[in-house]
Nanobody, 124 residues
Framework: QVQLVESGGGLVQAGGSLRLSCAAS????????LGWFRQPPGKEREFVAA????????KVTDSVKGRFTISRDNAKNTVYLQMNSLQPEDTAVYYC?????????????????WGQGTQVTVSS
């Protein structure tokens, strides 16, 4: 069992940056692919980015490509989401998730463990 805790969210002006972190309770992240999802107010939770358990492969949704970067540090038991050039459309609760799979999934149903989420609000 893996417990995930997100941090780093907050209120940012458009054009600003944030770095989200997700720390795991155990040193087992190397066996999990990790993903970031977000849920805007009143909308479905959607895929943002994911990274393979080795860190060698990543996927990023088109809407944030070039602005967001996912990375991981297995030694620190942490996955990150660097968010640059934030826009109001990025406002959402951001969740990290772990998938006990070799594959890098973009569908939330594949993920086994979820953090509690962290709010990101981008003001115009």
């Amino acid at each position: 069992q893996v417990q995930l805790v997100e941090s780093g969210g907050g209120l940012v002006q458009a054009g600003g940056s944030l770095r989200l972190s997700c720390a795991a309770s155990r040193r087992t992240l190397s066996t999990y692919a990790l993903g970031w999802f977000r849920q805007p107010p009143g909308k479905e939770r959607e895929f943002v980015a994911a990274i393979s358990r080795s860190g060698g492969s990543t996927k990023v949704t088109d809407s944030v490509k070039g602005r967001f970067t996912i990375s991981r540090d297995n030694a620190k038991n942490t996955v990150y989401l660097q968010m640059n050039s934030l826009q109001p459309e990025d406002t959402a609760v951001y969740y990290c998730a772990a998938d006990a799979s070799v594959l890098v999934h973009t569908t939330l149903g594949y993920y086994d463990y979820w953090g509690q989420g962290t709010q990101v609000t981008v003001s115009s």
